[in-house]
C-alpha cells in the first residue's frame, strides 16, 4: 500500500488538522510495514496558483512548450505522479473562511486535469482516478457538521464534489471540531478525532485482510 499525505495547515505544529491526519498515516503503516509514505507539505512548499503559462502549457505539446510552460506544467504532472500511485490519500485542512486553504485548493486545480484524471465522452465526464480510499481531515473552530451552521460548510461538500469528479467516491471525513471553544473543547475534539482515526485503521486492515 502507498499512503500520500497532504497536508495544509499554516499554523506549523500547533495545527490539529496535520497533528490528526500524521496520526492517522502513521497508524496506518504500522498496520501495514511494507506500506510506503508520501508526504506533501503545501505550507512548506507551496504549489504555484495556475496562471496563463499553465492554463496554455497543459494543451501545448511537450516539444513546443516555453522553458516556463515545461516547468508549471512538470510541477503538476509531479504531483499527479503522486496521486495515481498512491492507494491512500490523507487530505488535511484548517476551515478557512468557510472552505479550504488556498493552498489545499492549489493543489486540487493541479490535480483537476482534462484528459488525465476526468475526461469528456458521450455521456459526459468520466473521473479516471478510480479505486482510492480518501480521508479528509478537517478541523474547524466551531461546530459544522450539525446545526444551523451546516450550510456554512463549503470545505467537505466542495472536496467531496470535485475528488467525485475526478473519479475518487470513497470518501471518510474526520473532523476536529470545536477547537475555538476553549481548551475542553479541543481536548474532546482530538479524543473524537483520534477514536475515528483508530476505527479507520481497524476498517482499513479488515479490508485488506479480506482482499
Known amino acids: 500500500m502507498s499512503i500520500l499525505l497532504v497536508t495544509s495547515s499554516p499554523r506549523g505544529n500547533a495545527s490539529h488538522s496535520t497533528r490528526v491526519a500524521t496520526e492517522l498515516a502513521e497508524k496506518l503503516l504500522a498496520a501495514d510495514p511494507s506500506a510506503k509514505l508520501v508526504a506533501r507539505d503545501l505550507v512548506a512548499n507551496p504549489l504555484p496558483h495556475i496562471d ?28 499527479l505522479d503522486e496521486l495515481f500511485a498512491a492507494d491512500t490519500i490523507i487530505l488535511a485542512t ?41 480521508y479528509i481531515v478537517l478541523a474547524s473552530g466551531g461546530i459544522y457538521s450539525e446545526g444551523a451552521a451546516v450550510q456554512m460548510d463549503h470545505a467537505i461538500p466542495y472536496l467531496r464534489s470535485v475528488l467525485g469528479f475526478i473519479g475518487m467516491t470513497d470518501v471518510e471525513v474526520i ?7 476553549g481548551p475542553d473543547a479541543v481536548t474532546a475534539a482530538l479524543a473524537k478525532a ?18
Open 52 to 79: 496563463p503559462d499553465y492554463s496554455t502549457g497543459i494543451y501545448t505539446p511537450v516539444e513546443a512548450r516555453t522553458q516556463r510552460q515545461a516547468e508549471v506544467v512538470g510541477v503538476s504532472d509531479a504531483v
Open 94 to 134: 484548517g476551515f478557512i473562511n468557510f472552505g479550504i486553504s488556498s493552498t489545499l485548493k492549489s493543489w486540487v486545480d493541479h490535480v483537476a486535469r482534462s484528459g488525465k484524471t476526468f475526461a469528456y465522452g458521450e455521456n459526459g465526464p468520466k473521473g479516471l482516478v478510480t479505486g482510492k480510499k480518501v
Open 175 to 181: 473532523r476536529i471540531e470545536g477547537v475555538g471553544m
Open 194 to 211: 483520534s477514536a475515528k482515526v483508530d476505527a479507520a485503521v481497524a476498517t482499513a486492515a479488515t479490508v485488506a485482510a479480506a482482499a
